[in-house]
């Protein structure tokens, strides 16, 4: 009732053979359906005297039973395998282990029903998130676009290098913009944070109350210059103050810094209105804040999963996949 119906007869059945999942099917299937046995010893009982004692003449005058046991069994496949077939209730000869896993997670085809199971234990679930995340996200739009703006900004940065080079350029132009009455206010504002502010404005007020003191008909042009010469002076200090204060802002104050200058719109959304080429995205620890997010049914095909208890006292996940 089933070998006959076979167009080609293997020559043996035992040991296990990749290639003969149909034909491991068909008699696991004809002894659980046609045969109505419901008990999976009984029918990997006699699965096991049929193949142990197949041949393709079809002698059976001399047949035993085989000891076919689980250590046998982890002998020809997996452990994996074998808990799979626990939890299908099948014969693990009907599994057959696919080449590529889903993310961490090992994928196997069941003769029986024709479909692929991926098995994991909790380690490998978590792997396979971080997988996920990883295989997920391709620009950075697509974070700022799901998650918002607000969570987007919360992994983003300025390196080091970056952080030189903007405050450099941006202390170099605020400075190149300021007259010398610019300078000295901006050094007045800093006296109580920098000495050399102090300094330089001490002077530059002494050499401006000398000139106010004479006549008025005493040349003042050189004390007008010595003034100059103090301002200019003054502008290195002026570049330090601006660039301590831009790297700081940078460092500290980056979102707010992005808002100043219309990258960022600080309203209840945070939108994104564009992210300069300095700016960088930590996607190392935007893929551990995903991860938390990631559901176990993320993972699979159809959004279910199943919780299996393996022999080795280790619950697996179990889950249908399209391969």
């Known amino acids: 009732m089933v070998v006959t119906k076979w167009g080609t007869l293997p020559l043996s059945l035992y040991p296990y053979e ?12 004809f002894i659980d359906k046609t045969l109505d046995f419901d008990d999976i010893e009984t029918i990997n009982k006699i699965f096991y005297y049929f193949i142990w004692n197949y041949n393709d003449e079809g002698d059976y005058s001399n047949t035993e039973n085989p000891d076919i046991s689980y250590t046998n069994l982890l002998n020809i496949f997996d452990d994996r395998g074998l808990i799979l077939a626990d939890y299908l209730k099948v014969n693990p000869f009907l599994i057959e282990k696919m080449e590529y896993p889903n993310y961490k997670m090992p994928v196997y085809f069941n003769y029986s029903d024709d479909n692929h199971y991926s098995i994991a234990n909790e380690d490998e679930v978590e792997s396979s998130k971080r997988i996920y995340s990883e295989d997920r996200w391709q620009t950075e739009e697509e974070v700022w676009e799901s998650y918002g ?78 003034m100059s010469d103090i301002a200019d002076d003054g502008r290195e200090t002026v570049r330090e103050i601006i660039y301590g204060y831009i790297y700081e802002r940078l460092e500290d104050d980056l979102v707010d810094y992005l808002h100043e200058l219309g990258y960022v719109n600080k309203g209840t959304s945070y939108a994104i209105n564009e992210i300069p080429s300095w700016i960088s995205f930590d996607w190392e620890e935007f893929h551990n804040y995903d ?16 919780t299996f208890k393996g022999k080795d006292n280790i619950y697996y996940y179990i889950m249908i996949q399209d391969y």
């Open 18 to 29: 990749e290639d003969y999942g149909d034909y491991y099917a068909s008699i696991f299937n």
């Open 149 to 226: 703006g607000e969570t987007y900004l919360d992994f983003i940065s300025v390196s080091d290098t970056d952080k030189r080079m903007i405050s450099n350029e941006e202390a170099s132009r605020y400075e190149s913009e300021m007259d010398e009455e610019e300078i000295i206010d901006y050094l007045r504002d800093n006296m109580g944070e920098y000495e050399n502010a102090k300094s330089i404005v001490e002077a530059y007020d002494e050499v401006a109350e000398a000139w106010g003191e004479l006549p008025a008909i005493a040349a003042g042009a050189p004390y007008q210059m010595k």
């Open 291 to 306: 991860v938390d997010r990631i559901e176990i049914e993320d993972l699979t095909s159809y959004g279910a999963y199943e």
